[in-house]
């Protein structure tokens, strides 16, 4: 195991301050810009991770019980692939972008540069601390900017945050990347700090707090929060298949992910049948007695048990499997509540009344599906929306009539791994979104450029103002469609090369009459 509990004391205060200030001087150098430069720290990144599993598992094991297996699956992979993606498309994606040049401002040309933002905050949390810290890492760098990465508290997983942050002092050029760690007052001194975006991971409250620090100096944010995600079972759908799904998703990590499915609205068709399945699937998973279960994890502290310990305590007449708990161990057995068609006291329940975030699955039945969207829309947007149908129709439908920040249709989870799609929440559940060429321009700013020639210079624009004058710009300023704007812009070139052919050949005339 690794023992970090007394090699690294907290950042200072005075230390934090003077590791934004020497951030902001390495970027106004201008040395990130070079895109050779943000490429040798991405390979570093790499070598950290891939030089450092074990000890990373070690650590994932002694804060949370995560098996190891789950942290290379949930943690590293992700980090590794997302490193790679931007090692293999950073040039493409760090040069101009060529747009048309609409005719008012003919001729010219027009681009977007997409250049770094400044010095970024990154701000992790506990429950995957290596991949929600690392990940927008990649993209900051990526993106040519210079990061402070502010790990999670150190009352939550203390021996991770104290790895990372041996491991960034060691592998990272201090120019571009420095780690804090510590308890609260680190958090709300690096908030005092003036960063030009900040990106943030974490509960609804936190993202509040982020939020307000940030408006005080109208500072820019990510955030990517939790919220409780709904999963709908329909009676077409495979139900051995979806329960196996939502099994491996709703209990990873003891159900301590912000994308988890935190609730199920099932057919009454087929709701039995579901409820069979899930108990199945859980022994299946964990066996007869999953405290002993080396692929089972545990809440963070007794203070997280204690919370999940009140829910089970409000609704224990509806569990069906389950709430076997251990406080001194933070454990507490994956647990399945099923309110069956009651759907007021489902609503009401003390597990529906904030995310769950711990092994507590609650099913109700419905009969409608317009019950279903209703139940969904009356509630806060969710960072994703778990559909198992087989119904085209019904698919349509909820991608239509639901807003969350994705949609995963017939599994749950897994979306997030599939790096060419955006990853972020929407309304309470989040703003912005991250993830692949996502990430690289969440922390890039498109620069504007148009540059015009002077060999043309229509009188029209020019004041004074007549009837003809205005009628005539009117006509240029007319949004034309792309294919037009491409004809009429051939038509400038092809002019263009008749004009230089023409003076060409009268020269040569000319030349033929002085001899």
């Known amino acids: 195991m690794v023992d970090t509990s007394l090699s690294v004391p907290p950042t200072t205060i005075d230390a934090i301050a003077a590791s934004v200030k020497a951030l902001s001087t390495s970027f106004h150098s201008g040395a990130t810009r070079d895109v050779k430069t943000r490429l040798k720290q991405l390979k570093q990144l790499r070598r950290m991770v891939n030089e450092n599993v074990q000890e ?13 297996a789950e942290t290379l699956i949930a943690e590293l992979a992700p980090v590794r692939g997302e490193i790679s993606l931007h090692e293999e498309e950073l040039e493409n994606w760090a040069a101009p972008e060529r747009v048309w040049t609409n005719v008012a401002n003919f001729p010219g040309h027009s681009c977007i540069l997409r250049e770094p933002l400044g010095v970024i905050c990154v701000i992790s949390t506990w429950n995957c601390p290596i991949q929600l810290s690392l990940m927008p890492l990649v993209g900051a760098l990526s993106a040519g900017n210079c990061v402070l990465l502010r790990l999670p508290p150190d009352d939550t997983c203390v021996h991770t945050s104290k790895l990372l942050f041996k491991l960034v002092l060691k592998y990272m050029d201090s120019r571009f990347v420095r780690a804090v760690h510590g ?21 609804a ?52 992910m912000f994308l988890r499915p935190d609730y199920i609205l099932v057919s009454a068709k087929v709701g039995d049948l579901l409820i069979s399945a899930l108990c199945k699937e859980i022994t299946a998973f964990f066996g007869d007695d999953p405290q002993k279960s080396a692929s089972f994890g545990r809440l963070l502290t007794q ?59 609650p099913v109700v039945y419905y009969d409608t599906l317009d019950e279903v969207v209703a139940f969904v829309k009356e509630r806060e947007r969710s960072l994703a929306l778990y559909l198992y149908s087989l119904d085209r129709k019904t698919r349509a439908r909820f991608l239509t009539e639901t807003c969350s920040g994705s949609v995963c249709v017939n599994d749950s989870m897994v979306q997030s791994s599939n790096l060419n799609l955006p990853f972020g929440g929407v309304g309470a559940s989040g703003i912005g979104s991250y993830h692949g060429k996502y990430s690289f321009d969440a922390f890039s700013h498109k620069k504007s450029v148009l540059t015009k020639y002077t060999m043309m210079d229509l009188p029209h624009r020019y004041m004074p103002y007549n009837k003809s004058k205005t009628k005539m710009m009117l006509l240029l300023l007319k949004p034309l469609p792309s294919t037009l704007i491409a004809i009429v812009a051939y038509a400038f070139i092809s002019l263009g090369f008749v004009i230089m052919g023409l003076g060409l050949q009268y020269f040569r005339g000319q030349a033929i009459i002085d001899e």
């Open 56 to 68: 990373l598992q070690d650590a994932l094991y002694q804060d949370l019980r995560k098996p190891p």
């Open 205 to 256: 409250t936190t993202g509040k707090i982020v939020a307000t620090a940030a408006a005080t100096t109208l500072t820019p944010t990510i955030l990517v929060l939790g919220g409780k995600s709904p999963t709908i079972v329909d009676e077409t759908c495979d139900i051995v298949v979806a329960a196996r799904r939502i099994t491996w998703a709703a209990f990873m990590n003891a159900g301590q």
């Open 183 to 203: 308890g609260i007052l680190v958090t709300q001194v690096t908030l005092q700090q003036k960063f030009d975006l900040i990106f943030c991971t974490g509960a």
């Open 303 to 361: 203070k997280c048990f204690d919370r999940v310990a009140t829910i089970l305590k409000q609704d224990a007449k509806y569990v069906v499997i389950g709430n076997e708990k251990d406080r001194e161990d933070c454990f507490v057995a994956p647990t399945v509540l099923n309110f069956k068609k009651d759907l007021n006291a489902f609503a009401s329940s003390g597990v529906m009344r904030e995310e769950v975030f711990g092994p507590i699955l």
